[in-house]
Nanobody, 125 residues
Framework: QVQLVESGGGLVQPGKSLRLSCVVSGFSLEYYGIGWFRQVPGKDREGVSC????????LNADSVKGRFTISRDNAKNTVYLQMNSLKPEDTAVYYC??????????????????WGQGTQVTVSS
C-alpha cells in the first residue's frame, strides 16, 4: 500500500522556477525521511536534496545548493521540492523516495526503500 506520487514537472525556460510535489500514502510521513533524486539517460540516479524526518535541517547536492529547497507538510502527507534559477543541466526525471526516519542525512539511493515513478522536468528555451 506504500505509494509516492510525484507531480509538478513540465517544460520551463532557464532562470524560471518550478515546484514539485510528492504525495505519500500507506505510511505516516512523520516517521520517514524523504529524498529527491534525478536521473538522465546514461547516468546513475543522483541525490538532489533530502531531509531526515527528525529535524528541520536538510542536505543538498552541490549542484543545487542555493537554488533548490526541500520542505514538507506532514499533515498533508506531502513533500515539496522548490526549484529556482533552473538551468538546462537540471533537465531530468525527478523522483521522490522514502526511508525510515533517522538522525543522519543520506543522498544514497540504496538507503531508500520506497520510490515514486518520477516526473519529467525539462529546462529549455
Amino acid at each position: 500500500q506504500v505509494q509516492l506520487v510525484e507531480s509538478g514537472g513540465g517544460l520551463v525556460q532557464p532562470g524560471k522556477s518550478l515546484r514539485l510535489s510528492c504525495v505519500v500514502s500507506g505510511f505516516s510521513l512523520e516517521y520517514y525521511g524523504i529524498g529527491w533524486f534525478r536521473q538522465v539517460p546514461g547516468k546513475d540516479r543522483e541525490g538532489v536534496s533530502c531531509d531526515n524526518g527528525n529535524e528541520d535541517s536538510t542536505l543538498n547536492a552541490d549542484s543545487v545548493k542555493g537554488r533548490f529547497t526541500i520542505s514538507r507538510d506532514n499533515a498533508k502527507n506531502t513533500v515539496y521540492l522548490q526549484m529556482n534559477s533552473l538551468k538546462p543541466e537540471d533537465t531530468a526525471v525527478y523522483y521522490c523516495a522514502a526511508r525510515r526516519r533517522s538522525y543522519y542525512f543520506s543522498l544514497r539511493t540504496y538507503e531508500y526503500d520506497y520510490w515514486g515513478q518520477g516526473t519529467q522536468v525539462t529546462v529549455s528555451s
